[in-house]
T-cell receptor, first 110, second 113 residues
Framework: GEDVEQSLFLSVREGDSSVINCTYT??????LYWYKQEPGAGLQLLTY?????DMKQDQRLTVLLNKKDKHLSLRIADTQTGDSAIYFC??????????FGTGTRLKVLA | DAGVIQSPRHEVTEMGQEVTLRCKPI?????LFWYRQTMMRGLELLIY????????DSGMPEDRFSAKMPNASFSTLKIQPSEPRDSAVYFC???????????FGPGTRLLVL
């Protein structure tokens, strides 16, 4: 079946850039999403990218998509302690079914 | 925009009891999803409604689970009888159509003792 993989943990220092990576297997993926989950909270949509795009930038967030390698990354510039959370990658082939990764726990050290 | 509203936020119950989780989707959204999140299995789609009609319930674990959507602004997920292995965070999400971006509620944290 389709799968989305992420590394489990990432630790960075405040002010540095964070890069969270994701790989997926579905070659028919149309939309790729990044969600953020803070402790005790729901999933907050951060950004998404269409599969016909290579890059999308939104303030401190930059999403890069390598469709050939089925690799998606989320770069957070100037990482702050408030960015500490679990980040989920998800893909959809344009239907209601999202395939979520296991989530990457980002810890920002002051 | 109030976002997706879920209640209760926390529920502690004893094995065998009935549990009802509630969800109010974003106004104007016609698609509603129930997910379950556990450490072992991550996020699982339980059921998907479109225009109040269940379209895909293949993720519902067993007959103890049931979901309804009597109108466009309300849905319930019921577990009867509950078991300890049902302990999880249950999320409701909605979207403006089945293919559009899903917006999640804050979740209900269920603990079955």
């Amino acid at each position: 079946g389709e799968d989305v993989e992420q590394s489990l943990f990432l630790s960075v220092r405040e002010g540095d850039s964070s890069v969270i990576n994701c790989t997926y297997t579905d070659s028919s993926s149309t939309y790729l999403y990044w969600y953020k989950q803070e402790p005790g909270a729901g999933l907050q949509l951060l950004t998404y990218i269409f599969s016909n795009m290579d890059m999308k930038q939104d303030q401190r967030l930059t999403v890069l998509l390598n469709k050939k390698d089925k690799h998606l990354s989320l770069r957070i510039a100037d990482t702050q302690t408030g960015d500490s959370a679990i980040y989920f990658c998800a893909e959809s082939s344009g239907t209601y079914k999202y395939i979520f990764g296991t989530g990457t726990r980002l810890k920002v050290l002051a | 925009d109030a976002g997706v509203i879920q209640s209760p936020r926390h529920e502690v119950t004893e094995m065998g009891q009935e549990v009802t989780l509630r969800c109010k989707p974003i106004s104007g959204h016609n698609s509603l999803f129930w997910y379950r999140q556990t450490m072992m299995r991550g996020l699982e789609l339980l059921i998907y409604f479109n225009n109040n009609v269940p379209i895909d319930d293949s993720g519902m674990p067993e007959d103890r689970f049931s979901a309804k959507m009597p109108n466009a602004s309300f849905s319930t997920l019921k577990i009867q009888p509950s078991e300890p292995r049902d302990s999880a965070v249950y999320f409701c999400a909605s979207s403006s159509s089945g293919r559009e971006t899903q917006y999640f509620g804050p979740g209900t944290r269920l603990l079955v003792l």
